[in-house]
C-alpha cells in the first residue's frame, strides 16, 4: 500500500525541534512543537502522556511498552496504528516524523506499507523507531529504489553510514 501525496511541512525555522505525524491512509501531515502532542495526535488520543521529548521517549520502558500494548489491542487498531518514528539527528534527537497506517505489518516477506518522503524530509533521516510490529526500510531513491539498508527491527539511534541523511523513501514490512 502506498501512501498518497501530502504536502510536506516546512522545515524547522529555530525554534526548536518539529515532530510531525503522517497518515498513510489520507497523507495528511501535522506538527507539533513536542513530541507529546505528536504522539497523542497519531495515537488518537490514546497516548498522551508520552515524554515531551522523543529522546527520552526512546529511553523510557514504561512508555515503549504502552505503545506496544496499544498497537496489540484489535479494537484500537481501527483507529490506525503507529508504524515507525523517524528523527532527523542520532541518538532520535531533531526534528521527527511519526508515520501511522491502517494495521500492524505482517511478518510475511514482503513490504506491507511504503511511503515517498517529501521534500521536506529527503535526506534527513540518521535514527528511527519501528512500531506496530513493523521492521523498517531504507530506500535512497522514490518508489524503494535503489540498495536499501535494513530491516530496522529495534530502535536504532544511528542509522549508520550507508543511509545516515540519504532516505527518499520507506518500506514497513
Known sequence: ?????????????????????LDLNTGAERCFADFTA????????????????????????????????LAAD????????IQGTFFEDVDFGGDSLTITGASLCEKDGWVDYQYDLQDAWKNRIS????WGN???WLY??????GDRDGPF?????DIG?????RTQSIGFS
Do not use: Y
Request: net charge negative.
Open 153 to 157: 527491527k529495534e530502535n536504532t539511534a
Open 134 to 136: 513493523c521492521w523498517l
Open 1 to 21: 500500500m502506498t501512501a498518497p501525496a501530502a504536502q510536506a511541512a516546512p522545515a524547522s525555522s529555530g525554534g526548536g525541534p518539529r515532530h510531525c505525524t
Open 140 to 145: 535512497p531513491e522514490p518508489d524503494l529504489g
Open 38 to 69: 505528536a504522539v497523542e495526535h497519531a495515537s488518537g488520543g490514546r497516548i498522551d502522556d508520552a515524554p515531551a521529548s522523543a529522546r527520552a521517549a526512546a529511553h523510557d520502558s514504561g512508555f515503549r511498552a504502552r505503545a506496544r500494548s
Open 74 to 81: 484489535g479494537e484500537r487498531q481501527a483507529d490506525g496504528v
Open 161 to 165: 553510514s550507508f543511509m545516515n541523511d
Open 127 to 130: 535514527s528511527v523507531q519501528p
